[in-house]
Antibody, heavy 125, light 110 residues
Framework: QVQLQESGPGLVKPSETLSLTCAVSGYSIISPYYWAWIRQPPGKGLEWIGTVYQTGSTYYNPSLKSRVTMSVDSSKNQFSLRLRSVTAADTAVYYCARGIATDGLQFNIYYFDYWGQGTQVTVSS | QSVLTQPPSVSAAPGQKVTISCSGS????????VSWYQQLPGTAPKLLIY???KRPSGIPDRFSGSKSGTSATLGITGLQTGDEADYYCGTWDSSLSSWVFGGGTKLAVL
């Protein structure tokens, strides 16, 4: 059974960098799957942040692209998110998820089948 | 403002049927697969429907999905109080080069 578990600081100061890790168990991160970060501000809907592949290829939400870096650590079977220059608007529950996608003529995500339980990140001084 | 439009809320009585719509455009729903997610209160989203109308293992056949043109629909029959949740549609937007979610629909089983 695939399981994903987010971890990282629950409180980040404005203008600093938010760093989260998603540990994957029950499945190798070196696989034909893509690994994603999705967030949900309090009382609001879901927002895709970006997706990373085992090769290190990344695909980011255009609205966040200038501040986001995602990476894979195959030795630890985990992947990570870094979001720079955070503000209060980045306060949200952050989820990691496994995605099914294709990267042929054009990258295209089909769906997300497994999700972590989510971790609350608050941006405040 | 979401690229995909869902009704903010729907409601129906236990045992009844409800449908939730998701409206988009040719750059997203019109040319890409749609998936649906159920988010029970205080929990992570869960995949309900993928590739427009397929159900993952363990999802009862009370849940169904369909797509026509630039719109998609989630149907739930035999409503149960345990179905009370937020439901989100999602798809790839080829113009934005981004995954997009609908704004979500809150289902009340009265």
């Amino acid at each position: 059974q695939v399981q994903l578990q987010e971890s990282g600081p629950g409180l980040v100061k404005p203008s600093e960098t938010l760093s989260l890790t998603c540990a994957v168990s029950g499945y190798s991160i070196i696989s034909p799957y893509y690994w994603a970060w999705i967030r949900q501000p309090p009382g609001k809907g879901l927002e895709w942040i970006g997706t990373v592949y085992q090769t290190g290829s990344t695909y980011y939400n255009p609205s966040l692209k200038s501040r986001v870096t995602m990476s894979v650590d195959s030795s630890k079977n985990q992947f990570s998110l870094r979001l720079r220059s955070v503000t209060a608007a980045d306060t949200a529950v952050y989820y990691c998820a496994r995605g099914i996608a294709t990267d042929g003529l054009q990258f295209n995500i089909y769906y997300f089948d497994y999700w972590g339980q989510g971790t609350q990140v608050t941006v405040s001084s | 403002q979401s690229v995909l439009t869902q009704p903010p809320s729907v409601s129906a009585a236990p045992g009844q049927k409800v449908t939730i719509s998701c409206s988009g455009s040719s750059s997203n729903i019109g040319n890409n697969y749609v998936s649906w997610y159920q988010q029970l209160p205080g929990t992570a989203p869960k995949l309900l429907i993928y590739e427009n109308n397929k159900r993952p293992s363990g999802i009862p056949d009370r849940f169904s999905g369909s797509k026509s043109g630039t719109s998609a629909t989630l149907g739930i029959t035999g409503l149960q109080t345990g179905d009370e949740a937020d439901y989100y549609c999602g798809t790839w937007d080829s113009s934005l080069s981004s995954w997009v979610f609908g704004g979500g629909t809150k289902l009340a089983v009265l």
